[in-house]
């Protein structure tokens, strides 16, 4: 099949990319543009593993055509640290051990920044039913929880001093 | 896992996705929120010429209430749109009750309305990937002359799985469809088959754009329960809605819708009937419940068994009975 | 000493923010130049003769470089030395629907794909086993030439006199329990890059580098050697970060094989990645077993005797079977004091995908039984759950009348524990009706005192190296899974030479660079690579303490290694005022300040200055080592671990399982409340207590715990391989239901220290043993809950309602294809029909699915 030329927007800057019609985003993210932090995990948009926000809302990257995604907003796991650091999410997934073999732990920064970006201070119940699109094998999800409360924190605490 | 490939139109118009439609009817499929187009396209079940991305046709999202005349939702309106609206969860509490517990929230943020209403019919026989359906020797769905459920029969049962239809088909909803030939409407009640593989009234050239809820059926008590083994992603192995009104104690007007137990989403006759000018107690509901099951013709579509997921549609019936009423 | 700088600290793991930012690298995000893509084709069939393949059409397709078969890797292997049963692709059979016949290598997936469409293989179809039970009448037409009744192996172990202990007992329960299959679906599929280099010599693809998702580098190095006929000093294996293992990426998965195989005849690199539903059946999950138990116990509640008679249904092929079956039996063992066992196992072959190993390996199943049934003797015995528990404890040190040594044992405490946090004494069987609680233990081994491949070799090597500025470079084979043994060798290297995490870099699972480790699996790493880090370490240390004991005319033994400063040990006891009057940053603070290399070139020439200054009472760790390399000329360790050989077991035929240098010790109470009407079961909150024997790193210790715990609740509740006619129903994670966070519980993980004298800090297993008494604390909970007892696991809604209306008379509904889950007597497979009077797929006329139906037609209405 002819590729075609598309413009596609990932972490605030424009790629001109010839692909074909039938590839999907998660496949030109990591192959096309080696961004390899979104990551396949099942084949039946069941897992969560690639997760990116599509102008803001997370969606699943296995699950879209790259091409008709031209036009959006996408931010990927690469576009979640700040000037290089961790965010505080990323600290705190790893200082609480809400990562462990990691392989899901890009679809979980994706849907955790969005939920916090939605709600800064959600309830355990709001959290439990946030992280619910994502399937994780290592932690039952427990240690994620004190790692949110303890990223909610840190902003918390940041926000005054820094800024 | 790549897609087979395709010709992909991309239309930012109503009319510009009707003439694509028109041209190439049957070798096309139209892609919305691609939550079950995709899959099943990595599996195979589907190798179209053309894939009509529709995500971009503005027109076709979003809520419009009309004054006196209900409300009027656009089938591109995101499952997460519905979720959340306040309009309808204030005026119609069971769609977005029901539209809450379609997968998980990141599909809710990409699944349409429209995308939970033409849901493709599902079966474990069927949602496989090719290598598997060839060590199954294929179903009567694709490619194949057996149903592995029901083997003595010639019909299709794949099983009709979306959450949203019993709810709005408790709401009386219409849909509209474009085609080559203008705008029609029809009852939602009259879109499916309730055959597994030809399973809904939509020619190859027609795509379903709009929703309409009547004004008759604005503010009635609504609830929908969902039979799933997680709390998230699962579809449901059997799902019932309720919606009723009530005056003076006594039922005015109710209806009950089953789904994910038959290949299309049902209302459960007599149900209606059975509940009107009564008060609602224990014995009733569960009157309802027994008619709700009869209705339910489960088979080894999904999983868990058959018979669970009838007795399930029996007691969710009822407990949704109850709720509604409380 | 417990006064730890690092130890018992929690601690980030050390590869944590390669995986929070998505740029660490897992196999399937590494790419070569001119790499091509591999897939491979599976047979539609569960059990057939190859007759013919056709490749020629697949060949000429545009894009396709290379097209291998069986012919092209005909040399058998398989984990164990006693299983070479399996080829990378078919020779002369296909044993499973998912087999691998043939792979096609070529520029892209999609090409790839269309390629294997044009593969044409001719089969001759053979009737095909589905149920363990009756795969072992099979007479003809078997798995395997070679084993008779379709039998992997059986074995038959009397210990003690149980049929006199049974004859004495006060009370005697006797049951079948069985277990459904389960896999581990670890959340990476699994992916094989392999790539050769032309050789300057012969000018000929010479090494071999292979990256992959590998818990085992070392055994896949040695695996490819035999299939390639290569030597092994020839092989790279490289493990990347892995995503997850629980023992599914423990032994070298066809792939890995295929990939290597591929790029031979490509001559190019090729990455294989598996679809998930290829991972499904690569599987080497836990068999779906059969387990009828028998125990004996006094009127005082001491357990007289145990029999156990387990079938396990193992798949097509042998891998870890053998091991598999003598786990359930010997696990039998350790845990409480049991006088007289008998044990009878028998491993079976079946045509479907292979079993393996997984967490909590082959203990798993039986202690679903054992559990559920001492609970169903303590209620004859009117006799709490946690007493009779407490009533049969063993009395360490000791060996166990199976063989098995054991030394450190925290179980009472574990008891204790979970008794105490969860209130079990004022609510044990006085939650309102639904709602209850239930207690269960388990064990595990850290690690097996006998590995595979019987040799002397050390199970552990670890070198160290540290260079002049006082960087420490550990080479350790461990390969960390995601379960954070990287962080725990850098702690220990750290803890044992006083100096700062921010010091030591690890280098992990590279078999070029790294001395032997045989890999993580059997809860191994921490006790036998921990111990050979703290080996090294240790040796290194030495050497670093001569050379600083000269500096500081002292004894050798007189230095205090800690906190990044080597002291006289009255400084040392001095503590930390000494170090503060020096204004050095604390280990944390150094770790963080940047320009860190400028300050120690600053403390470098300070070093310098303070050289004509005579003997100081402490030297910087810098100085420390700079003396260190000036003394020794260079300054490298080395350490390894065999375990001991008291530890390795009895001398009975199969005694070489089981036996573990230590075991750690879980104890758990469940809450859950059971739905009577739907059959669901809620799980509200686990208590978990642990003693790993000393946690190291306090936050993964919890972390594997928790992550235990909550498989096992999978396993109890939603997880199940669902078989029809050797078709996997349900091979991917919308239908494989892995828990989602919405029906996640809260689980307390308790985390109890019984320091083992052999384990490094006294450290033990932490990521395995609490798996297995989740499942019998959610059955004895669902109990105490509403009187049912189930014996068929997973309690599925419907199970569970099946049960509750048997118990109230309800009106009989078929809710679980024929099988009553509190006493199954088979197997149950999904409804439906594979076949149909003619119609469905091509099998074997004595293929059972060919049994004409008993299922009802929907008929059409």
């Given at each position: 099949?002819k590729k075609?030329?598309?413009?596609?927007?990932?972490n605030?800057?424009?790629?001109?990319?010839?692909?074909?019609?039938?590839q999907?985003?998660l496949?030109?993210?990591?192959?096309?543009?080696q961004m390899?932090?979104s990551?396949r995990g099942?084949?039946d948009s069941?897992?969560g593993?690639?997760?990116?926000?599509?102008?803001?809302?997370p969606?699943?990257?296995?699950?879209?055509l790259a091409a008709?995604?031209?036009?959006?907003?996408?931010?990927?796991?690469e576009?979640v640290?700040?000037?290089g650091?961790?965010a505080?999410?990323q600290?705190?997934?790893g200082?609480w051990g809400g990562?462990q073999?990691?392989?899901?732990?890009?679809g979980?920064m994706?849907?955790?920044k969005?939920l916090l970006?939605?709600?800064p201070?959600p309830?355990?119940?709001?959290?439990?039913?946030g992280?619910s699109?994502?399937?994780?094998r290592?932690?039952?999800y427990?240690q994620?929880?004190q790692a949110?409360?303890?990223?909610?924190?840190a902003?918390?605490?940041a926000?005054?001093?820094?800024? | 896992?790549?897609?087979p490939?395709?010709?992909?139109?991309?239309?930012?118009?109503?009319?510009?996705?009707?003439?694509y439609l028109?041209?190439h009817?049957?070798?096309l499929?139209?892609?919305a929120?691609?939550?079950?187009?995709?899959?099943s396209?990595r599996?195979k079940?589907?190798?179209p010429e053309y894939?009509?991305d529709?995500?971009h046709?503005v027109e076709?999202?979003?809520?419009?209430?009309r004054?006196?005349?209900?409300?009027?939702?656009?089938?591109?309106?995101?499952?997460?749109?519905?979720e959340h609206?306040?309009?309808l969860?204030r005026?119609?509490?069971?769609?977005p009750?029901?539209?809450a517990?379609?997968?998980?929230?990141?599909?809710?943020n990409?699944?349409?309305?429209g995308g939970?209403i033409?849901?493709?019919?599902?079966?474990?026989?069927?949602?496989?990937?090719?290598?598997?359906?060839k060590?199954?020797?294929?179903?009567i769905?694709k490619d194949?002359?057996?149903?592995h459920?029901?083997?003595?029969?010639?019909?299709?049962?794949?099983?009709?799985?979306?959450?949203?239809?019993?709810?709005?088909?408790?709401?009386n909803a219409?849909?509209e469809?474009?085609g080559?030939?203008?705008?029609r409407?029809l009852?939602?009640?009259?879109?499916?088959t309730?055959v597994g593989d030809?399973?809904r009234?939509?020619?190859?050239?027609?795509l379903l754009?709009r929703?309409f809820l009547?004004?008759?059926s604005?503010?009635?008590l609504?609830?929908y329960?969902?039979?799933r083994?997680r709390g998230?992603?699962?579809y449901p192995l059997?799902g019932?809605?309720?919606v009723?009104?009530?005056?003076?104690?006594?039922?005015s007007?109710?209806?009950l819708a089953i789904?994910a137990?038959n290949?299309?989403?049902?209302l459960?006759k007599?149900a209606s009937?059975m509940?009107?000018?009564?008060?609602?107690?224990?014995?009733?509901?569960e009157?309802?419940g027994d008619l709700?099951?009869?209705?339910?013709?489960?088979?080894?579509t999904s999983?868990?068994?058959?018979?669970?997921r009838?007795?399930?549609?029996?007691v969710?019936?009822?407990?949704?009975?109850?709720a509604a009423?409380? | 000493?417990?006064d730890?700088?690092?130890?018992?600290?929690?601690?980030a793991m050390?590869?944590?923010?390669?995986?929070t930012?998505?740029?660490?690298?897992?196999a399937?995000d590494?790419?070569?130049?001119?790499?091509?893509?591999g897939?491979?084709?599976?047979s539609?069939?569960p059990?057939?003769?190859?007759k013919?393949i056709?490749?020629?059409?697949?060949?000429?397709?545009?894009?396709?470089?290379?097209?291998?078969?069986g012919k092209?890797?005909?040399n058998p292997?398989?984990?164990?030395?006693?299983?070479?049963?399996e080829?990378a692709?078919a020779?002369?059979?296909?044993?499973y629907?998912g087999?691998?016949v043939a792979c096609?290598?070529?520029v892209d997936e999609?090409?790839?794909?269309?390629a294997?469409?044009l593969?044409d293989v001719?089969?001759?179809v053979?009737p095909?086993y589905?149920?363990?039970?009756?795969?072992?009448?099979?007479?003809t037409e078997?798995?395997?030439d070679?084993?008779?009744?379709?039998?992997e192996k059986d074995?038959?172990?009397?210990?003690g006199?149980?049929?006199k202990a049974?004859?004495?007992a006060a009370?005697?329960?006797?049951?079948r329990f069985?277990?459904?299959e389960?896999?581990?679906?670890?959340m990476?599929?699994?992916?094989t890059l392999?790539?050769?280099?032309?050789?300057?010599l012969t000018?000929k693809p010479?090494?071999?580098t292979?990256?992959?998702s590998?818990q085992v580098?070392?055994?896949l190095q040695h695996?490819l050697?035999?299939?390639l006929?290569?030597q092994?000093?020839?092989?790279r294996?490289?493990?990347?970060?892995?995503?997850?293992?629980?023992?599914?990426?423990?032994?070298v998965?066809?792939?890995?094989?295929i990939?290597?195989?591929a790029?031979r005849?490509a001559?190019?690199?090729v990455?294989i990645?598996?679809?998930?539903?290829?991972?499904?059946?690569?599987?080497?999950?836990?068999?779906?077993?059969?387990?009828?138990?028998?125990?004996g116990?006094d009127?005082?509640?001491h357990?007289?005797?145990?029999k156990?008679?387990?079938v396990?249904d193992g798949?097509a092929?042998?891998?870890?079977?053998?091991v598999?079956?003598l786990?359930?039996?010997?696990?039998?063992?350790?845990?409480y004091?049991?006088?007289n066992i008998?044990?009878d196992g028998y491993?079976v072959?079946?045509?479907?995908?292979?079993?393996?190993?997984m967490r909590?390996?082959?203990?798993?199943?039986?202690?679903?039984?054992?559990?559920s049934?001492?609970?169903?003797?303590?209620?004859?015995?009117?006799?709490d759950?946690?007493?009779?528990?407490?009533?049969?404890l063993?009395k360490?040190?000791?060996?166990?009348?199976n063989?098995?040594?054991?030394?450190?044992y925290g179980?009472p405490?574990c008891?204790?524990?979970?008794?105490e946090?969860?209130?079990?004494?004022n609510?044990?069987?006085k939650l309102p009706k639904?709602?209850g609680?239930?207690?269960?233990c388990?064990?595990?081994?850290s690690?097996?005192?006998?590995?595979?491949?019987?040799s002397?070799m050390p199970?552990s090597t670890?070198?160290?190296?540290?260079?002049?500025?006082?960087?420490?470079?550990v080479?350790?084979?461990?390969?960390?899974?995601?379960?954070?043994s990287?962080?725990m060798?850098?702690?220990?290297a750290?803890?044992?030479?006083?100096?700062?995490m921010a010091?030591?870099?690890v280098?992990?699972a590279?078999?070029?660079?790294?001395?032997?480790?045989i890999?993580?699996?059997s809860?191994r790493?921490t006790f036998?690579n921990?111990?050979?880090?703290?080996r090294?370490?240790?040796d290194?240390k030495?050497?670093?303490?001569?050379?600083?004991a000269?500096?500081?005319?002292?004894?050798p033994?007189?230095?205090?290694?800690?906190?990044?400063k080597?002291?006289?040990?009255?400084?040392g006891?001095?503590?930390l005022?000494a170090l503060?009057?020096?204004g050095?940053?604390?280990?944390?603070?150094?770790?963080?300040?940047?320009g860190?290399?400028?300050?120690?070139?600053?403390r470098?020439?300070?070093?310098?200055?303070?050289?004509d200054e005579g003997?100081?009472d402490?030297?910087?760790f810098?100085e420390a080592?700079v003396?260190?390399i000036?003394?020794h000329g260079?300054?490298?360790g080395?350490?390894?671990?065999?375990p001991?050989?008291e530890?390795?077991?009895?001398?009975?035929?199969?005694a070489?399982?089981?036996?573990?240098p230590a075991?750690s010790?879980?104890a758990?109470?469940?809450?859950v409340?059971?739905d009577e009407e739907?059959?669901?079961?809620?799980?509200?909150?686990?208590w978990?207590?642990?003693d790993?024997?000393?946690?190291l790193?306090?936050?993964?210790?919890?972390g594997q715990i928790?992550?235990?715990?909550?498989?096992?609740?999978?396993?109890?509740?939603?997880?199940?391989?669902?078989?029809?006619?050797?078709?996997?129903?349900?091979?991917?994670?919308?239908?494989?239901?892995?828990?989602?966070s919405?029906e996640?519980?809260?689980?307390e993980?308790?985390i109890v220290?019984?320091?083992?004298p052999?384990?490094?800090?006294?450290a033990?297993?932490?990521?395995?043993?609490s798996?297995a008494?989740?499942?019998p604390a959610?059955a004895n909970?669902?109990?105490d809950?509403?009187?049912v007892?189930?014996?068929?696991s997973?309690?599925?809604?419907?199970?569970?309602l099946?049960?509750?209306?048997?118990?109230?008379n309800a009106k009989?509904?078929n809710?679980?294809?024929?099988?009553d889950p509190?006493?199954?007597?088979?197997f149950?497979?999904?409804?439906?029909?594979l076949w149909?009077?003619?119609k469905?797929?091509e099998?074997?006329a004595q293929?059972p699915?060919?049994?004409?139906?008993?299922?009802?037609?929907?008929?059409?209405?």
């Amino acid at each position: 099949m002819k590729k075609e030329l598309i413009e596609l927007r990932v972490n605030g800057r424009s790629h001109e990319l010839a692909i074909q019609p039938s590839q999907l985003l998660l496949d030109v993210l990591r192959q096309d543009l080696q961004m390899t932090g979104s990551k396949r995990g099942c084949d039946d948009s069941s897992c969560g593993a690639c997760t990116v926000l599509v102008d803001g809302t997370p969606m699943l990257s296995c699950t879209m055509l790259a091409a008709s995604c031209e036009g959006q907003e996408i931010t990927t796991v690469e576009g979640v640290s700040e000037h290089g650091s961790l965010a505080a999410i990323q600290k705190a997934y790893g200082d609480w051990g809400g990562s462990q073999c990691g392989y899901c732990t890009p679809g979980f920064m994706m849907t955790v920044k969005h939920l916090l970006a939605q709600n800064p201070n959600p309830s355990e119940e709001e959290i439990r039913s946030g992280l619910s699109s994502n399937l994780c094998r290592c932690t039952g999800y427990s240690q994620m929880y004190q790692a949110i409360k303890a990223a909610i924190e840190a902003e918390q605490k940041a926000v005054p001093t820094t800024r | 896992m790549s897609l087979p490939q395709f010709r992909l139109l991309r239309p930012r118009t109503l009319d510009e996705a009707v003439g694509y439609l028109a041209k190439h009817t049957d070798k096309l499929r139209v892609l919305a929120g691609g939550t079950d187009l995709i899959p099943s396209m990595r599996q195979k079940l589907f190798e179209p010429e053309y894939v009509l991305d529709i995500r971009h046709v503005v027109e076709l999202k979003g809520i419009q209430p009309r004054a006196g005349e209900g409300v009027s939702i656009g089938a591109l309106t995101s499952l997460s749109t519905i979720e959340h609206s306040d309009f309808l969860r204030r005026h119609y509490p069971v769609l977005p009750e029901a539209a809450a517990t379609v997968a998980s929230p990141v599909l809710r943020n990409m699944g349409t309305l429209g995308g939970n209403i033409c849901l493709d019919t599902r079966c474990l026989w069927y949602n496989q990937s090719l290598t598997w359906r060839k060590g199954c020797g294929f179903c009567i769905k694709k490619d194949g002359d057996l149903c592995h459920v029901a083997p003595g029969g010639s019909k299709c049962w794949a099983v009709f799985s979306g959450d949203t239809p019993p709810a709005l088909l408790c709401l009386n909803a219409e849909v509209e469809i474009a085609g080559p030939s203008g705008l029609r409407r029809l009852p939602l009640r009259e879109f499916y088959t309730g055959v597994g593989d030809a399973y809904r009234k939509l020619r190859p050239s027609e795509l379903l754009t709009r929703v309409f809820l009547p004004e008759a059926s604005v503010d009635y008590l609504g609830v929908y329960r969902k039979l799933r083994v997680r709390g998230s992603i699962d579809y449901p192995l059997a799902g019932v809605a309720v919606v009723l009104k009530r005056s003076n104690g006594h039922v005015s007007d109710a209806r009950l819708a089953i789904t994910a137990v038959n290949p299309a989403p049902l209302l459960v006759k007599g149900a209606s009937e059975m509940l009107a000018g009564k008060v609602i107690d224990e014995a009733l509901a569960e009157a309802v419940g027994d008619l709700a099951a009869k209705t339910a013709k489960p088979l080894t579509t999904s999983a868990l068994t058959p018979e669970y997921r009838r007795e399930m549609i029996r007691v969710f019936a009822k407990r949704a009975v109850l709720a509604a009423n409380n | 000493m417990t006064d730890f700088t690092i130890i018992g600290k929690p601690t980030a793991m050390v590869d944590a923010a390669g995986k929070t930012t998505g740029a660490g690298k897992y196999a399937d995000d590494l790419s070569l130049p001119g790499m091509l893509v591999g897939r491979i084709l599976h047979s539609p069939f569960p059990h057939a003769r190859i007759k013919r393949i056709d490749t020629s059409r697949a060949e000429k397709l545009d894009g396709v470089v290379a097209v291998v078969t069986g012919k092209d890797a005909p040399n058998p292997y398989g984990i164990l030395p006693v299983g070479h049963d399996e080829h990378a692709l078919a020779t002369d059979k296909v044993r499973y629907v998912g087999d691998n016949v043939a792979c096609v290598a070529a520029v892209d997936e999609s090409t790839a794909d269309k390629a294997l469409e044009l593969i044409d293989v001719e089969y001759e179809v053979l009737p095909a086993y589905f149920d363990p039970e009756d795969s072992m009448k099979a007479e003809t037409e078997l798995i395997h030439d070679n084993k008779p009744h379709n039998l992997e192996k059986d074995y038959h172990h009397v210990f003690g006199d149980p049929e006199k202990a049974f004859a004495e007992a006060a009370h005697v329960a006797e049951a079948r329990f069985i277990a459904n299959e389960v896999t581990h679906a670890a959340m990476e599929p699994h992916c094989t890059l392999a790539s050769f280099e032309i050789d300057s010599l012969t000018g000929k693809p010479g090494r071999l580098t292979v990256w992959s998702s590998t818990q085992v580098p070392y055994y896949l190095q040695h695996k490819l050697s035999l299939v390639l006929e290569m030597q092994m000093s020839q092989i790279r294996v490289i493990k990347p970060l892995v995503g997850g293992g629980f023992g599914g990426k423990s032994e070298v998965i066809p792939l890995e094989i295929i990939a290597a195989v591929a790029a031979r005849a490509a001559r190019a690199p090729v990455k294989i990645t598996y679809t998930r539903e290829e991972v499904f059946w690569a599987h080497r999950g836990r068999p779906r077993t059969i387990i009828d138990l028998k125990t004996g116990v006094d009127k005082d509640g001491h357990i007289t005797a145990v029999k156990a008679r387990v079938v396990q249904d193992g798949g097509a092929y042998c891998s870890y079977g053998v091991v598999t079956i003598l786990y359930s039996g010997a696990l039998l063992g350790a845990l409480y004091d049991i006088p007289n066992i008998q044990y009878d196992g028998y491993r079976v072959l079946t045509n479907k995908p292979v079993c393996g190993a997984m967490r909590g390996h082959g203990t798993v199943n039986v202690r679903f039984a054992f559990e559920s049934q001492l609970d169903e003797l303590a209620l004859k015995l009117k006799m709490d759950s946690a007493e009779i528990r407490r009533r049969n404890l063993l009395k360490p040190p000791c060996i166990t009348i199976n063989g098995l040594r054991v030394q450190s044992y925290g179980l009472p405490e574990c008891i204790d524990k979970v008794v105490e946090r969860s209130g079990w004494k004022n609510r044990i069987g006085k939650l309102p009706k639904g709602r209850g609680l239930g207690i269960a233990c388990s064990h595990y081994v850290s690690g097996a005192a006998n590995s595979i491949i019987r040799s002397d070799m050390p199970h552990s090597t670890v070198n160290i190296k540290i260079d002049r500025d006082g960087g420490v470079v550990v080479y350790t084979g461990a390969s960390d899974i995601g379960q954070g043994s990287d962080t725990m060798v850098a702690q220990i290297a750290a803890e044992t030479l006083g100096c700062s995490m921010a010091r030591v870099k690890v280098v992990a699972a590279d078999t070029d660079l790294t001395p032997i480790d045989i890999g993580s699996y059997s809860s191994r790493v921490t006790f036998m690579n921990g111990n050979a880090t703290l080996r090294a370490a240790q040796d290194v240390k030495k050497q670093i303490a001569t050379a600083a004991a000269r500096k500081m005319a002292c004894a050798p033994e007189d230095l205090v290694f800690r906190e990044d400063k080597v002291s006289k040990n009255h400084v040392g006891a001095g503590g930390l005022p000494a170090l503060a009057e020096q204004g050095s940053p604390s280990p944390h603070q150094q770790s963080s300040v940047s320009g860190r290399v400028e300050g120690q070139i600053l403390r470098g020439s300070l070093q310098q200055k303070r050289k004509d200054e005579g003997p100081k009472d402490q030297l910087t760790f810098e100085e420390a080592v700079v003396a260190a390399i000036d003394f020794h000329g260079a300054l490298s360790g080395t350490g390894s671990y065999a375990p001991p050989a008291e530890a390795r077991g009895g001398k009975h035929k199969g005694a070489g399982v089981g036996p573990s240098p230590a075991y750690s010790y879980s104890a758990q109470v469940a809450e859950v409340s059971v739905d009577e009407e739907t059959g669901e079961v809620t799980v509200h909150k686990v208590w978990a207590s642990h003693d790993c024997g000393r946690a190291l790193n306090p936050v993964s210790v919890e972390g594997q715990i928790i992550g235990s715990v909550w498989m096992g609740m999978g396993q109890a509740l939603t997880e199940e391989m669902v078989w029809k006619d050797g078709m996997l129903m349900n091979p991917g994670l919308l239908e494989y239901r892995s828990p989602s966070s919405v029906e996640s519980p809260e689980i307390e993980a308790i985390i109890v220290e019984s320091v083992d004298p052999e384990g490094p800090f006294g450290a033990k297993e932490c990521s395995e043993g609490s798996l297995a008494a989740t499942i019998p604390a959610i059955a004895n909970a669902v109990y105490d809950a509403v009187g049912v007892r189930l014996h068929e696991s997973p309690f599925t809604p419907e199970r569970v309602l099946a049960a509750l209306r048997a118990k109230k008379n309800a009106k009989t509904l078929n809710l679980t294809e024929g099988v009553d889950p509190t006493s199954p007597v088979r197997f149950r497979e999904h409804g439906g029909s594979l076949w149909f009077r003619g119609k469905g797929p091509e099998r074997h006329a004595q293929d059972p699915s060919r049994r004409e139906s008993v299922v009802k037609a929907g008929g059409d209405d």
